[in-house]
């Protein structure tokens, strides 16, 4: 089975920008959707489910289902929310904190 992404880039040839994640650097479109960048990156596990364990990635692309959680810079947010920005270090999010309650 290929590992290549199925993802297409809507915009080949624009300015691109360093990140990192997982500690590889990663050349992405600046200023385009993290989530779907990374998507065309050929990242597709973004984080594991706290219960299972089970795999997860980007699903509704508008900040509805957190299936796109990562750590960006030490804070988990949503990469579907957020923009390719340069510098940015990203990890998959830590399943066991993604969902606690900072409280």
């Given at each position: ?18 990140v990192w994640f997982d500690g590889t650097p990663l ?52 990469a579907c929310m957020t923009e390719v920005r340069d ?17």
């Amino acid at each position: 089975m290929s590992t290549d992404s199925t993802f297409l880039e809507t915009e080949p040839g624009g300015a691109r920008v360093r990140v990192w994640f997982d500690g590889t650097p990663l050349d992405l479109p600046e200023g385009a959707n993290l989530a779907g960048a990374l998507l065309v990156a050929g990242v597709s596990r973004f984080r594991d489910t706290p219960v299972s364990g089970a795999p997860r990635g980007p699903f509704c692309m508008m900040g509805a289902c957190f299936d796109c959680l990562v750590e960006i810079d030490g804070v988990t947010r949503q990469a579907c929310m957020t923009e390719v920005r340069d510098g940015l270090h990203i990890s998959r999010a830590p399943s066991s904190e993604a969902w606690r309650d900072p409280e």
